[in-house]
């Protein structure tokens, strides 16, 4: 039986198949269901039918999930729910490999984020060609990543009108429709400069009622939190980082250079967003492994250090 690949041909049969044959409670039907509606409208963003998702754009998708501040169990439910989704299209034929078979659940207790260290962000920085079309972009986009820490939905929904190149800071909404205000480094205010100065020059036009946005895409409308993803991720491979990276390990890193540099934890909670302060302590936490690191390698009573 051909039962299509699309989301919207396949969800019928999905969910009858959970109805009858797996015999799941009613309230994790409908989890599992709108694990999948979320996966398929993360799919639509990159133009890719649900049955078509490779292992590459399910851990990206994980990673997204991840980067949005999503409780941990929620996480391992929605990962649960892939798996679930996937199974049923190998049993069914729909395809032959099952790209969910490695997804891995979050690991339960204190996450250390990965962070990035400042010469591997130079690297990043490094592997951008600006001459290449949208590279003036992309450098520009990166700078305010970093050099601002903001949150990928942050920097998607930036508006022109917002950034005060001038004064150096601009104002962002963050979570709960709150605003605040954010500096921005003076290699930040140039690379803007540089980018809006060739958006003017190449005249390429920008789709009705994206005009307020400060970053675009080639087709002249906003950046996708999906978009940012696989820019950031490919920049990371070019620069040879085999480290797992996602856009907010930017921000991860702009707050644990900040602390190592001697930066006040409360400025970087205002600057971060953080409603709570115990949110940012676990940078504390960072930067002492980091600590606890060092002394086990160089401190000459530690016998790995002999």
């Known amino acids: ?24 409670s ?19 963003q990159i133009s890719t039918p649900i049955a078509d998702l490779t292992s590459d754009d399910l851990h990206a998708f994980v990673a997204e999930i991840h980067s949005l501040g ?22 069914e034929g729909v395809v032959e490999v099952n790209p969910a078979a490695r997804i891995e659940s979050p690991k339960p207790g204190l996450h250390l984020p990965e962070v990035l260290t400042v010469e591997e962000v130079q690297r990043m920085f490094d592997a951008i060609d600006v001459t290449a079309p949208l ?87 906003h950046l996708s939190r999906v978009m940012i993803f696989y820019i950031v991720r490919d920049l990371a491979e070019a620069a040879g980082i085999k480290k797992t990276i996602s856009p907010h390990t930017l921000r991860h890193s702009f707050a644990t250079h900040l602390l190592e540099g001697g930066a006040n934890l409360r400025a970087i909670q205002q600057m971060l967003g953080h409603e709570s302060i115990a949110t940012t302590e676990i940078y504390l936490h960072l930067d002492n492994t980091r600590l606890r690191e060092e002394i086990l390698l160089h401190h000459p009573r530690n016998r790995q250090a002999l």
């Open 135 to 221: 590279g003036r972009r992309n450098r520009a986009m990166l700078e305010v990543l970093y050099g601002s820490g903001l949150r990928v939905s942050e920097l998607c929904s930036l508006e022109r009108r917002r950034v005060f190149l001038d004064k150096a800071y601009l104002i962002v909404e963050g979570k709960g429709s709150k605003e605040r205000m954010v500096p921005m480094s003076e290699v930040s205010v140039e690379q803007i400069e540089l980018y809006l100065d060739e958006r003017w020059q190449s005249g390429d036009p920008v789709k009705r009622g994206e005009e307020d946005y400060l970053f675009l895409n080639s087709r002249g409308a």
């Open 26 to 44: 009613d309230n994790t039907r409908v989890a599992y269901m709108a694990d999948v509606a979320r996966l398929a409208d993360w799919a639509s």
């Open 1 to 24: 039986m051909n039962i299509g690949r699309t989301y919207e041909e396949l969800m019928p049969h999905y969910r009858a198949f959970l109805m009858l044959e797996r015999g799941l």
């Open 70 to 91: 999503v409780a941990e169990r929620t996480q391992a439910r929605i990962v649960s729910g892939v798996r679930s989704f996937f199974r049923y299209l190998v049993v």
